[in-house]
Nanobody
Framework: QVQVVESGGGLVQAGGSLRLSCAVS????????MGWYRQGPGKQRELVAR???????SYADSVEGRFTISRDTAKTALYLQMSSLKPEDTAVYYC?????????WGQGTQVTVSS
């Protein structure tokens, strides 16, 4: 069983920064993918950024150049550094771990960007 817990959300003005953290515990297989998703008001959940066990990183076009995903070497924590935030970044952000053919999700953390 894998547990995923996000933290770090909050209210920030447009142009500001926030750092999200995700604590991961349990058995993580060598082959895995960790990522951040978000779901804005009235929108579907979408991929924001992800990082593979091999270190490959990908971003949604909407956040490329503004957000940075990273993880610790023990793969027990995942981070999302968000800069130059825009009101359209307002959403609940979810941490996701894909390992052993299963998806694990956190409860989400709210990020609100005021204009």
């Amino acid at each position: 069983q894998v547990q995923v817990v996000e933290s770090g959300g909050g209210l920030v003005q447009a142009g500001g920064s926030l750092r999200l953290s995700c604590a991961v515990s349990g058995i993580i297989f060598r082959s895995n993918v960790m990522g951040w998703y978000r779901q804005g008001p009235g929108k579907q959940r979408e991929l924001v950024a992800r990082i593979t066990s091999g270190g490959s990183v990908s971003y949604a076009d909407s956040v490329e150049g503004r957000f940075t995903i990273s993880r610790d070497t023990a793969k027990t924590a995942l981070y999302l550094q968000m800069s130059s935030l825009k009101p359209e970044d307002t959403a609940v952000y979810y941490c996701n771990v894909y390992t052993n053919l299963r998806d694990y999700w956190g409860q989400g953390t709210q990020v609100t960007v005021s204009s």
